[in-house]
């Protein structure tokens, strides 16, 4: 057998150096290292980003009860936008956020905006209809 330490074939290739075996220059080391670090900082911010909220159906009431109920107590925040995708086929991912006069997103002092993601099956009609096709809402 191939995988059989003891066999003849195995014996052969024990003597040799496989050509990945060999030592990694100190600068691709740094490199990998250095795309390692990368990739555990990301790993450790995807990590941080809570799951989207899962509703059914999302409706104009809710969206509204949020920008009024959840309204952040800073002065910067002057209005609420709603983002969604359309099209999808596992619903529309909608973003609701505070944002300023200049239509920006207020941050917290973390620099994470002011709001929610979620993932709604449905919009009801009249989301749909304020929509119209685009994938921005405004609400004043």
């Known amino acids: 057998m191939a995988d059989d330490p003891r066999s003849q074939d195995s014996t052969a290739r024990q003597g040799r150096r496989r050509p990945w075996a060999r030592e990694v220059p100190p600068e691709a ?5 250095g795309v390692l670090q990368l990739l555990g900082g990301v790993a450790i ?17 809710e969206v509204v009860r949020y920008f009024v109920e959840e309204r952040p107590d800073v002065p910067q925040v002057h209005h609420g936008a709603l983002l969604t995708r359309q099209g999808l086929s596992y619903g529309f991912p909608c973003l609701q956020v505070f944002v300023d006069r200049d239509n920006k997103p ?6 994470e905006p002011y709001g929610r993601f979620m993932v709604a099956r449905e919009l009801d009609g009249e989301l749909r209809g304020m929509f119209g096709g685009r994938e921005l809402i405004i609400f004043e």
């Not at 911010?45 to 009431?61: E, G, H």
């Not at 207020?106 to 620099?111: A, D, K, V």
């Open 45 to 61: 911010k995807i990590a941080q980003v809570p799951r989207p909220l899962q509703l059914k159906k999302l409706t104009f009431d």
């Open 29 to 33: 080391a740094e490199a990998i290292v």
């Open 106 to 111: 207020c941050l917290q002092p973390s620099g």
